[in-house]
Structure formats: C-alpha cells, structure tokens
C-alpha cells in the first residue's frame, strides 16, 4: 500500500508542480493587488481636480455616449476629491465582423472633479505587460494561465486549473499519510509511535543540503497542512463552480440560487442591451434596501450583459475591501429593473455559507490584512514546496540510474560501484 501511495504522490506531485509554482508566486503578489495597483499606477488612481464633485451617474452616462461601441458595466459611487473613479466597459458584438469590438480596453478611469478621462486599460490583458497590467496579468495568470479562448470557449484555463487544484487536494491526503511512520508487527504505545513521527515535524539544519532539503518538503507540508488543504478545497471550488462545488454542494446541502445560477450565460451575439439606466436601478436599490433595513449606502452597481442581471452592492466608502464575506448585494433585471435575487453574507443555509466562504477564504480577506500576509506566505510555501518536491525526485532518480548501472573496473582493476 505504501509503495502504491509513494508512485501516485511522485506523479501527482511532478504532475502539479509547475503549475503550483506559477500559482503560489501569483497568489503571494495578487494578495496585495490594490494596494499594488495604486503604488505603481498613480497616473491612473490619483486626480488632480479640487472642488466639487460630478454624479457618478451622469459620468457613466458621458461615458456611454463617448463609447458607442461599449457597454457601460461598472459604475463606482462614492466618488473622493484627488482620486479617479474606474469604470468597466465591455465591447458590444459587431455584426458586421460577428465579433466583439476591438476597443483594447475594459476599464476607464475619470476625474470625478473635471470628468477628464485620466487613462484607459485592458483589466487582464495578456500582452504587453506593463504597469498598468501588471497586477491583473499576475491576477489571470494565477486561475487561468491566460490561455486563450478556443472553439469559442474561453474558460480551457480555468478547466485546466481547476483540475490541478484537484489532483492537489487529492494529494495533500496522500503526502500526509506518507509523512506516518511506518506500522510495524508489535503493537506500540502512542508515545513510541509519537517518537517515531517527531522527527517529520523538524528541520534537521545541520544535516545535508538534500536532507534540509527534505525537511522543508515534509515539515512544512505537515505544519501548514490544514492551510494547504484549504487552499485547494477552494481553488476547486473557484474554477469548478459550476461543475463541482455547486453540484456537490447541492447534494449534501439545500443552497440559495442566485440569477447567475438560474439564468444562461448568452454568447456574445445575445448580450442583452439594458432597457434601464443605472438611475433607475439606483433608485431600486435603495428602496429594497431600505425595506430591508440595509445600514450602508450603495457603493457600486455593475451589470452582467450576458446574464442580463443588474447588481447593486453596499458598503461605506473604501469598504469594498473591508475583511469578511464581501458586501450585500441586490440582483435587479435588465429588462424592467425589477427585484430578481440577493447574495447577503452569514446569511442562508450551510451550502449558502460554504459557496459564501470560498474567495475570502482562498485570498485570506476574510480575516483583513492578517489574512492576506498569511496567504502571501503561503503562496510562497507552495511555490517553496513545488521546488523542493522536484529536487527530492531528481535525486532520487539519480539515486535509481546509478542503482542499475553495473559494477565497473577502475583503472587499477578493483571493482567499485557506479555510484
């Protein structure tokens, strides 16, 4: 049995590895995105314009008219003197060319003191990297490798992602057994068995560079254990919504749907024109909060022209990135701006929770900045873990060759290993 769990842990392990690498690195700078963002962009988020502020929404209505060939798709609301409102756009489907139109950006960024246009960016672009991409090539890098879409699907990198993130779920059991001390014949005391199991949780530093080597692999694993089953619990859960967690989720535990989960998801010929404005889906908004009893104002409202679906969030200035589940959220229709669903956080069944969780969980937001400096080391850990993992099977491999090779002469006729 132990051989069996020692051959899957090699393939899985090389298997992964790269790829767990590219993730680790990605998520260790990722978990600093805004604060990223705004450090190495600054001719983006700052704005020189004093005085009074312009309504968001008669901005995103300029914007709408500016950009005949965009859909407006996210309005921020709380507009702040001496920094930039970022808008998304995406391109509307050209008839003529049966294709989206190659505007070269989703992202706009607007004085909200002057309504000048501070800079344009494509959020998640592939090439060129620059600073402005940067954070959000990292970002796409981290989930999706940023493979391209193919026969008209553009989610192969998730799949792909989603996938590893199993294989590493599945060997995170399998690495732990390993780490167990061997059973032997006799029945032995918990505290023989501890004392056999001890030297698995230490780093021997006065040992070889290989053995420290192996140490960090097997201690690490073992200390963060609990953490590294997390993060790919979640990161199945991210990429494989639709075709594991939810589905899962769904047979253990009633959950509430929201008009993501009930509605296609239409090409792009079918993206839905808004027959509402953001006014109208604004007032809406309000006025079902307030029903509610909702404390925080409206932050932002961004639509989903493939679903047809209105979102409004709340939350206090700045407090988009406050810890926890993420802010309320009120779904409206496209159509008639009518009332079509909720996601409010702690709140629902415990498959409502679960699906809650998954983000803040896997970026450690849910705990604010201590959260997210945990993550950012972890992601190192993995990347830390994918490196040590291949150096122990290359020596090992070298180890097996020289096991094979006969036994040689010497030059003086004595016969010596081939090690």
Not at 65 to 71: G, K, L, T
Not at 247 to 258: D, K, R
């Amino acid at each position: 049995m132990r051989a069996a769990f020692v051959l899957i842990h090699r393939c899985v392990g090389l298997a992964i590895a790269a790829f767990l690498f590219v993730s680790g690195v990605t998520g260790a700078v990722i978990s600093w995105d805004h604060e990223l963002d705004e450090l190495i962009n600054p001719h983006l988020v700052e704005a020189p314009g004093r005085g009074a502020l312009l309504d968001p929404l008669v901005l995103a209505d300029k914007l709408a008219v500016d950009e005949p060939h965009s859909i407006v798709t996210y309005v921020p609301l709380h507009a702040e003197e001496g920094h930039s409102l970022d808008f998304g756009v995406e391109p509307k489907f050209n008839p003529e060319t049966q294709d989206l139109y190659a505007t070269g950006y989703n992202q706009v960024f607007i004085d909200p003191v002057t309504g000048v246009v501070r800079g344009k960016r494509e959020w998640g672009a592939a090439w060129p990297i620059t600073t402005e991409t940067f954070v959000s090539f990292m970002y796409v890098l981290h989930y999706s490798l940023h493979i391209p879409e193919i026969w008209g699907i553009d989610r192969w990198g998730e799949w792909l992602m989603g996938g590893i993130a199993l294989l590493w779920t599945i060997d995170c059991f399998v690495g732990f057994y390993l780490t167990l001390p061997i059973r032997k014949r006799t029945t032995a005391r918990i505290g023989s068995w501890w004392r056999r199991w001890k030297p698995a949780w230490k780093i021997k530093t006065g040992g070889s560079r290989y053995r420290i080597n192996f140490d960090l692999h097997r201690a690490f694993s073992l200390w963060t254990w609990v953490l590294l089953l997390v993060l790919a619990i979640s990161a199945v859960s991210l990429n494989l919504y639709g075709e594991v967690a939810r589905p899962i989720v769904a047979a253990l535990s009633s959950f509430t749907p929201t008009p993501y989960d009930t509605r296609p998801m239409l090409p792009h010929s079918e993206m839905l024109t808004p027959q509402v404005t953001y006014a109208q889906v604004l007032a809406n908004g309000r006025a079902e909060a307030e029903k509610r009893g909702f404390t925080l104002p409206a932050g932002d409202i961004f639509y989903s022209p493939e679903f047809g679906v209105f979102g409004v969030r709340f939350f206090a200035p700045g407090g988009d990135h406050d810890p926890g589940l993420g802010p309320d959220i009120l779904y409206f229709d496209s159509a008639d701006g009518r009332y079509i669903g909720d996601w409010i956080p702690w709140r629902g069944t415990a498959g409502d929770l679960f699906l809650q969780m998954q983000f803040p969980v896997h970026s450690g937001r849910i705990f604010g900045i201590p959260g997210r400096i945990l993550i950012s080391a972890m992601g190192l850990g993995v990347a830390m873990l994918s490196v040590t993992g291949v150096v122990i099977w290359l020596r090992k491999r070298r180890a097996r060759r020289a096991a094979r090779r006969p036994a040689t002469l010497t030059h003086r006729g004595s016969i010596v290993s081939a090690e």
